[in-house]
Structure formats: C-alpha cells, structure tokens
C-alpha cells in the first residue's frame, strides 16, 4: 500500500486525527467517484469536500491511486468476508443472495468502482486478497488447482456485478444471486468424475 507511515514515535492523538482524515478523504472520494469517473475528480475537489488542507492530503497519501486502493481494500475486505463462505458453505446460494444484496445496497458506490476507472484495481485488489485468504483457509475438495478456482470465481464475479450494475433494466438481487451462484459458484464445486 502506497498510504505513508503515521506511526512511529507519534503521539496517539496525532495517530488518531490522522486516522479520522483519513475516514474523511475515503468518503469524500466515495461520494465524488458516484458524481463522476475518477479520471475527472483532483485532489483539490477531494480536501475541499473532506474538509481537510490540500497539504495534509500528502501527508497521509502520496497521490489520488493511493486514497483509492485504500477505499477499494475497504470495500473488497467486506465483499469477500460475504464471498468466503462461498466455498465453505453447503447453501453457496445464501450467501450469494447475502453478496447481491450488500452490492445492490451500495450500487451507486460499486457501479462507479466497476464501470469507471477503478475497475481495474478492483479487480487485482479483490484477486489478491482472494489468494490471501484462501492460504489462510483452504478451500475444500475441488478437480480445479485452488488459486485457479479463486482466480475464477473472482474474474466471474467481477463481470457479473459489472454487468448487473451497468443494466438498465437490472435483474433483482435475488436473481442475480442465483445467476453467480450457477455461473462463478457451482461449476467448481462439481466433483472430480
């Protein structure tokens, strides 16, 4: 992560303000990338709409794609915490339904991400932190390598909410959980025949 180091001989109250600037960069940029693509948005719009000095923006952030992979982590970390028991679970269509509708829930926000100019670093965020958890919980018996099945999975998902997002007659969440579910879900938990 490009965020710069906060820590370190800093006083908690300093740590703690930081922090809050922080929280107040992330939603500024959250409610700017609704309005228009990220290409479009400066760092001036950003601290006038956080409330913040233009300097202190590069004291917790060296640019613009800094502040986004930190919103993006943010956002893929909750994703996936809906997306894991997908491999877990026996219902892999509960929580399906449980992942359509936290992003229906957030739409504007994860159109923007997916349709405009972070789409790409959501995609690599959300590979990555896949990978990451699957070290940490192994996925059960699967004919697919493992990282194959998340690079997958991930790589569905992905296109699916996008075109989901991007409809202008969207199916319901409930729909389109089962559609994830039999398209980036089911095929790799077929049995090896």
Same mark, same amino acid.
């Given at each position: 992560m490009t965020l710069l180091s906060t820590t370190g001989g800093t006083p908690a109250s300093s740590r703690g303000k930081s922090r809050r600037t922080r929280m107040?960069?992330?939603?500024a940029l959250l409610a700017l990338i609704v309005e228009k693509p990220l290409e479009q948005i400066t760092i001036r719009e950003l601290t006038a709409a956080a409330g913040v000095a233009y300097a202190t923006y590069f004291r917790n952030y060296a640019d613009k794609e800094a502040l986004l992979h930190d919103l993006v982590a943010d956002e893929v970390a909750t994703l996936l915490a809906l997306t894991v028991p997908l491999f877990v679970?026996?219902?892999?269509l509960a929580s399906t339904r449980a992942l359509c509708a936290?992003?229906?829930e957030r739409?504007? &926000?994860w159109r923007a991400l997916l349709t405009g100019g972070a789409a790409g670093a959501m995609k690599t965020e959300y590979q990555r932190?896949?990978? &990451?958890m699957r070290e940490k919980q192994p996925l059960g018996e699967s004919w697919l390598p493992a990282d194959l099945a998340?690079?997958?999975c991930v790589a569905g998902l992905v296109e699916i909410l996008t075109w989901w997002l991007k409809h202008e007659d969207p199916p319901s969440a409930h729909d389109m959980a089962e559609v994830i579910n039999r398209l980036a879900v089911m095929p790799l938990m077929q049995p090896d025949e």
């Open positions: 107040a960069l992330r939603e679970t026996v219902d892999s936290y992003v229906w739409r504007d &926000l932190q896949a990978l &990451l998340v690079s997958f």
